[in-house]
T-cell receptor, first 112, second 111 residues
């Protein structure tokens, strides 16, 4: 069956522009997560969705970051007025109750 | 103190060796534990869950010691393809669904 998919796989943007990253979770998985990983660093939690609601947004680094999930499925992560320090791989994961999380291939964001 | 601590390594071992990684965690309320594997420039992949009774999957054995708050991963008969970073992961608390990742231990298996 299909795994978690993310698009685009790579995104290069100029400082100050907005970007939207998309995640399509595994069908039937109710929980969806966004993480980011900078080069050579560990994973940094951003936000967690259970269904369409986000009980934990504690990891969003600033108000330039927002995420939504509609229909209990696809999620978009939006970064407004991108900065160079936003450059990272943005990873989405999904899970079902009691399971580990399954990751998508990530979106590599480069802010010039 | 970090919530999850791992020795970053690298661990350099010859093919066929047995190697073990440990990971300690600070939150005694943590309930669920996992080992993930991450190859260079790839996403993490779930390797195995870790149960209190210990569990084995082929050449891989995972153990949990709640009293001492550590988990371990043992790899027997190492293969070149086992070269990767191994991430110790747990759920931070029961309701948030937030996974806490260790920084990872790098394993290099040499011919």
């Amino acid at each position: 069956g299909a795994g978690v998919s993310q698009s685009p796989s790579n995104k290069v943007t100029e400082k100050g522009k907005d970007v939207e990253l998309r995640c399509d979770p595994i069908s039937g998985h109710t929980a969806l997560y966004w993480y980011r990983q900078s080069l050579g660093q560990g994973l940094e939690f951003l936000i967690y969705f259970q269904g369409n609601s986000a009980p934990d947004k504690s990891g969003l680094p600033s108000d330039r970051f927002s995420a939504e999930r509609t229909g209990g499925s696809v999620s978009t992560l939006t970064i407004q007025r991108t900065q160079q320090e936003d450059s990272a791989v943005y990873l989405c994961a999904s899970s079902s109750t009691g399971t580990g999380q399954f990751f998508g291939p990530g979106t590599r964001l480069t802010v010039l | 103190r970090k919530e999850v601590e791992q020795d970053p390594g690298p661990f350099n071992v010859p093919e066929g060796a047995t190697v073990a990684f440990n990971c300690t965690y600070s939150n005694s309320a943590s309930q669920s534990f996992f080992w993930y594997r991450q190859d260079c420039r790839k996403e993490p992949k779930l390797l195995m869950s870790v149960y209190s009774s210990g569990n084995e999957d082929g050449r891989f054995t995972a153990q949990l010691n709640r009293a001492s708050q550590y988990i371990s991963l043992l790899i027997r008969d190492s293969k070149l393809s086992d070269s990767a970073t191994y991430l110790c992961v747990l759920y931070g608390s029961s309701n948030t669904g937030k996974l806490i990742f260790g920084q990872g231990t790098t394993l290099q298996v040499k011919p």
